[in-house]
């Protein structure tokens, strides 16, 4: 199946997606604030560059698109009709190099807490938070 943009379009449309500084991670940073917490931000000296470093606790995070990061059993994760192979490729990497961060930062002693796009949702988003919190103050 062919793309339902030309080539122009969709490099423009592409181009409009944001790696940082997402609306699901400037909710998480101003909840993490108004709690208190102080941290820096997507760490390039860390291995898979997390989203937000909370050094005092030894604990970074993760806040994944579900569609970027092939969230499983997700509403939010649906494999494109067109350039099917390429996308699931593309997922498949992301989802590798997600795994391989993970592991190096457990490996280097930090905490790491993953939090996808859809538990940020209004209907779940207290939850989210107060699981956040727990996971946090736990030590």
Same mark, same amino acid.
């Given at each position: 199946? @062919?793309? *339902?943009?030309?080539?122009e379009t969709r490099s423009y449309n592409m181009s409009r997606i944001k790696a940082t500084d997402t609306k699901p991670e400037l909710m998480v940073r101003?909840? $993490?604030h108004s709690c208190g917490f102080r941290f820096k931000l997507n760490d390039k000296n860390l291995p898979g560059k997390p989203d +937000? *470093? $909370?050094? =005092?606790?030894?604990t970074v995070i993760f806040i994944n698109g579900c569609f970027w990061h092939g969230h499983a059993h997700c509403k939010y994760f #649906? +494999?494109? #009709?067109?350039?099917? *192979?390429?996308w699931q490729e593309k997922i498949s990497r992301n989802k590798l190099n997600d795994r391989k @961060? +993970? =592991?190096a930062l457990r490996k280097e002693g930090w905490k790491v807490i993953l939090l996808w796009e859809c538990d940020l949702k209004l209907a779940k988003i207290d939850a989210t938070f107060f699981r956040l919190l727990a996971l946090l103050t736990l030590d």
């Open positions: 199946m @062919a793309d *339902v943009h030309n080539e101003r909840f $993490l +937000i *470093v $909370l050094p =005092r606790y030894q #649906k +494999i494109p #009709k067109t350039r099917t *192979v390429w @961060a +993970i =592991r």
